[in-house]
């Protein structure tokens, strides 16, 4: 049975809030990002094919499911309840800040009580959305990536931001907002198909689910790679990972990565209540969770950072390089990117107040790449040789 608590190594506690365990579902998990792994050593054709396949396959899917939910599982009674007071934040839970001086914050608590709660509740839906600049990291395969990549980067993100919105939409029109606030483990897809198909809904979600997790798995893998070949180009990474396989890909990249990800598959999250004692199962064995919900908080604070500085730099080089050949052009120059600094300088803001435990981490690392970078930087000389060789 493929379970997060059917274990093969039992967890073995290493603090008060971690442990390491391996279970059948990590197991699996492990076995996954192996075989992506020499599926994508075999070259570029190849991870390209599985990668068309299986996005092409995954949004087919939430299309389904978004028809069904709209159509199919249209409730009046959710309709009105979710509708007819839109705007009024309700059953909503206290947000309790990491840091001791500052109060709770409630949705329902005024202007700043909901700017505090859209913050935090940013984490998933940027997560969702981050892999929209991934076709940038195999650029230098792109046929035409000064046209292509920003279309792709364009047309991406209007996509999954319009299939995102409708796949709400759907759960919204189907199911009352307490079902949503309390699907088990999060799942609302789950819930939905379960209202609309039944007991049957669980198995052709969990489907859907495994099509959408190998085909973003193998498009992290995929991509992943090709930002360490690029930074050993550049004389910041191993040599190593600079140099083609015979397949034409960055086949020691792709084999360091993969040993890096199978570990992250192995650490737990130890579990407590409200009241700080550790929760139990039926068989009074303690309860753990995976690192997914830490690590995401991690990555999202990070890349936020990079991306204000990303934009940032729009504005530095506009007035650095004036003349430079732009391919194309920043929409909305200067008022929307203006904006979006603005708005995620705020959420990195929140989330460093009120999730200090889960991003003061992911600041850690972002500081950690500063003397790394200068230290890697001394060994650029290796770039150009590498360079030569090719």
Known sequence: MISPASWIVRPIDLSRGYAVSLSTQ???????????TWLNTRGIRLGKLIQNAFTSAKTLSLLALIVLGVFVGRNAGAIAANFGDFWTPRNAVPIQPDLGFLPPMVATSGAVGLFVAFCVAQVGSLFSADAWNNIGFAAGEVKNPRRD????????????????????LAYLTTLPLAAIQQAPDDRVATATLQVIFGPAGATIMALAIMVSTFGCNNGLVLAGARVYYAMARDGLFFRSTARLSAHRVPAVGLWLQCLWACLLVLPRTRLYDGAGAPLLDAAGAPRYGNLYSNLLDYVVFAVLIFYVLTIAGVF???????????????????????????????????????????????????????????????????????????
């Not at 699996?28 to 992506?36: K, R």
Request: glycine residues 8%; proline residues 6%; charged residues 10%.
């Open 26 to 36: 990590q197991l699996v998990a492990i076995g996954l990002i192996l075989f992506l």
């Open 149 to 168: 990549v920003a279309l792709g980067m364009a047309f991406g993100t209007v996509l999954v931001t319009l299939l995102y919105v409708l796949a709400n």
């Open 316 to 390: 530095l080089l506009r007035r650095r390089r004036p003349l430079a050949e732009r391919p194309y052009r920043a929409l909305g120059y200067p008022l929307v990117p203006a904006l979006y600094i603005l708005v995620a300088s705020a959420i990195l803001v929140v989330l460093l107040l009120y999730k200090t435990s889960t991003t003061w981490p992911g600041l850690l690392l972002v500081l950690t790449g500063i003397p790394i970078y200068f230290l890697w930087r001394g060994r650029g000389a290796g770039a150009a040789d590498t360079r030569a060789q090719d």
